[in-house]
């Protein structure tokens, strides 16, 4: 029976449930109840009417009306284009003059805003013909105008849409972000030199005010001066320091040095003594990553070839094929880490200075809907280039050839010096250079005498009569041959009759030497000494053409001679 009875204090349970809910909804009905805008029982009764000439339909004609009121500095005009929910009446009237006029300094002097790109309608809508945002057709209620850094802590200032009762809605700066306003002012607001700037010399010429047209190339030439400086210190400690790697290393290093230091020293001048327009602050920050990161980059780029030379130097000395292919490999892979390391420090710098100048979210949009051209493009224009550095790494990690190898490349004897990012430098025995392009390198056949090993088989030819000896001259061969310090492997030493004429046989002298410089000197020596011994012990075995006056010939052998002698006698003389 008690159960039965319960079910009364269950039904008004739940409706109560439902009544609470309800009045929940209607309570955050302020920011819930339309996705168009903010519903706000009223907006800045302290600072009374808003004026005819503040615009604040839309984004854009509300920033602009706010630029235009500060610029002639009719800041209690320009403070109805912030929602000072948060203030009581009083303080509305109290600090809304000050609150614009600082806002008005930190959009100046922190990011430059481009009132164009804001939106023109009253919904904010996302507008995108191309059709690649996906959130094209989506009404705003808020939108950020900039993003600011302080203390490495991020403060967003952005556009809200109000709506009081049954009016227009406005568009107006949020609540939060006018709390930032002190703590950004702080960071970006004037400096305590532009105190002492005389009033008429702070108004607006161009982009810049009138004192920074004289400031800003003062300013340069100061810190050109300082960067001299450490350049010139740098120039001094290279004499001073002892001939070595550090001599060589803080010669080499002067100049992306000096670019550190400016690029510091002028990153605190603009935060602890001076600060300049947007517009100028802007394109100094850009400039002043790029620099930072290119002579980070160029300095140990600058340490990875000095220790590339004193590698080259103690461990591979001159560079040719003679020391052993492990030193040589990693002289090569040393060539591969400095195109890494370029490799590396261009793209990082690259992501780095887009991502601190927020050009992803502007340009993002624009290069899908260009990809197509894009890609064009690049495969037109950047394939030589593309290839010869892809083709480089392949070199560099496959290894068919290393630095110091010696390589027959159309025809020419040359050693492999260096392989960069898009040529190879060769040098020729008689110490020319050549420049290859890495892909014509690549597309040709060539041949590496320093592959496996750096001995190798030499031959040298002899065109001799046929009366000539071959036993005598293979022995005299064996002899001069291991007179050669170079010959190496003597039991490969060979000598045989390979062709021969109507005239002349062809004699080949085969001998294995050390290395293929050394085994040409050996070839020509060799040669040079069975020369001699022909001409001096045996100049018979010359090749010759021959006109028979007489049957006695050597050639004929001793027999057939004494056979035509006789027959010669009995018919008579011969004519010639």
Same mark, same amino acid.
């Given at each position: 029976m008690k159960a039965n009875n319960s079910w009364p204090a269950w039904l008004m349970l739940v409706v109560a449930l439902t009544f609470s809910s309800l009045c929940a909804a209607q309570t955050q009905g302020g920011e819930s109840e339309d996705s168009r805008w903010f519903t706000v029982d009223s907006i800045n009764t302290g600072l009374g009417e808003a004026p005819e000439d503040a615009n604040r339909v839309t984004p854009r004609e509300s920033v602009r009306s706010f630029l235009d009121l500060t610029e002639k500095e009719e800041y209690e005009k320009a403070a109805h284009m912030l929602n000072l929910l948060e203030f009581s009446d009083d303080e509305q009237r109290e600090k809304g003059?000050?609150?614009?006029?600082?806002?008005?300094?930190?959009?100046?002097?922190?990011?430059?805003?481009?009132?164009?790109?804001?939106?023109?309608?009253?919904?904010?809508?996302?507008?995108?013909?191309?059709?690649?945002?996906?959130?094209?057709?989506?009404?705003?209620?808020?939108?950020?105008?900039?993003?600011?850094?302080?203390?490495?802590?991020?403060?967003?200032?952005?556009?809200?849409?109000?709506?009081?009762?049954?009016?227009?809605?406005?568009?107006?700066?949020?609540?939060?972000?006018?709390?930032?306003?002190?703590?950004l002012y702080e960071q970006y607001g004037p400096s305590m030199l532009e105190q002492y700037i005389p009033e008429r010399l702070q108004s607006s010429f161009g982009m810049l005010r009138i004192w920074e047209w004289v400031a800003i190339p003062i300013f340069l030439l100061f810190v050109g001066l300082v960067g001299w400086g450490v350049h010139r210190l740098f120039d001094l400690m290279s004499k001073w320091l002892p001939t070595g790697a550090f001599r060589l290393?803080?010669?080499?290093?002067?100049?992306?040095?000096?670019?550190?230091?400016?690029?510091?020293?002028?990153?605190?001048?603009?935060?602890y003594v001076v600060s300049f327009s947007a517009v100028a602050t802007t394109t100094f920050r850009v400039l002043l990553i790029g620099i930072l990161a290119w002579g980070a980059g160029t300095i140990a780029l600058r340490f990875v070839d000095t220790l590339m030379l004193r590698m080259t130097r103690r461990l591979v000395g001159e560079i040719d094929d003679t020391k052993p292919k492990d030193e040589r490999k990693l002289l090569t892979s040393l060539?591969?880490?400095?195109?890494?390391?370029?490799?590396?420090?261009?793209?990082?710098?690259?992501?780095?200075?887009?991502?601190?100048?927020?050009?992803?979210?502007? @340009?993002? =949009?624009?290069?899908?809907? +260009? $990809?197509? *051209?894009?890609?064009?493009?690049?495969?037109?224009?950047?394939? /030589?280039?593309?290839?010869?550095?892809?083709?480089?790494?392949?070199?560099?990690?496959?290894?068919?050839?290393?630095?110091?190898?010696?390589?027959?490349?159309?025809?020419?004897?040359?050693?492999?010096?260096?392989?960069?990012?898009?040529?190879?430098?060769?040098?020729?025995?008689?110490?020319?250079?050549?420049?290859?392009?890495?892909?014509?390198?690549?597309?040709?056949?060539?041949?590496?005498?320093?592959?496996?090993?750096?001995?190798?088989?030499?031959? @040298?030819? =002899?065109?001799?009569?046929? +009366? $000539?000896? *071959?036993?005598?001259?293979?022995?005299?061969?064996?002899?001069? /041959?291991?007179?050669?310090?170079?010959?190496?492997?003597?039991?490969?030493?060979?000598?045989?009759?390979?062709?021969?004429?109507?005239?002349?046989?062809?004699?080949?002298?085969?001998l294995m030497t050390s290395d293929p410089m050394a085994g040409w000197t050996a070839e020509m020596n060799v040669r040079e000494k069975l020369m001699a011994f022909i001409r001096d012990q045996h100049p018979e075995w010359w090749p010759r053409e021959v006109m028979v006056i007489s049957h006695q010939d050597v050639a004929r052998g001793k027999r057939q001679s004494q056979r035509s002698e006789g027959a010669d006698n009995a018919e008579g003389e011969p004519s010639e």
């Open positions: 003059h000050d609150l614009a006029r600082q806002l008005a300094e930190i959009i100046q002097r922190g990011e430059r805003i481009s009132v164009d790109n804001l939106s023109g309608r009253e919904d904010a809508v996302i507008e995108d013909p191309s059709g690649q945002n996906p959130r094209v057709g989506e009404t705003r209620r808020n939108i950020e105008l900039a993003s600011l850094q302080v203390r490495g802590e991020t403060y967003d200032i952005r556009l809200g849409r109000y709506r009081v009762g049954d009016d227009d809605p406005v568009w107006l700066i949020m609540p939060i972000s006018v709390s930032y306003i002190p703590t290393f803080a010669g080499q290093i002067g100049m992306p040095a000096a670019l550190i230091v400016m690029s510091l020293f002028t990153q605190m001048v603009l935060n060539y591969a880490l400095r195109r890494i390391i370029i490799l590396v420090a261009v793209t990082g710098v690259s992501v780095y200075i887009l991502g601190q100048v927020q050009l992803f979210e502007t @340009l993002g =949009l624009s290069i899908l809907a +260009s $990809a197509s *051209v894009l890609a064009v493009l690049v495969g037109v224009a950047g394939q /030589a280039v593309l290839g010869n550095i892809l083709s480089s790494f392949q070199l560099s990690f496959a290894k068919p050839i290393r630095i110091g190898d010696l390589v027959i490349f159309e025809n020419q004897w040359c050693y492999v010096e260096g392989i960069f990012y898009t040529y190879i430098r060769l040098r020729t025995w008689d110490e020319r250079r050549l420049i290859v392009p890495v892909t014509y390198f690549t597309s040709k056949p060539f041949q590496n005498l320093s592959v496996k090993s750096i001995k190798m088989y030499r031959y @040298l030819e =002899l065109t001799l009569h046929l +009366s $000539a000896d *071959v036993g005598l001259l293979r022995d005299k061969f064996l002899e001069f /041959a291991k007179q050669e310090d170079n010959v190496i492997e003597h039991h490969k030493l060979l000598c045989y009759v390979t062709a021969q004429t109507a005239t002349a046989q062809i004699v080949t002298c085969y």
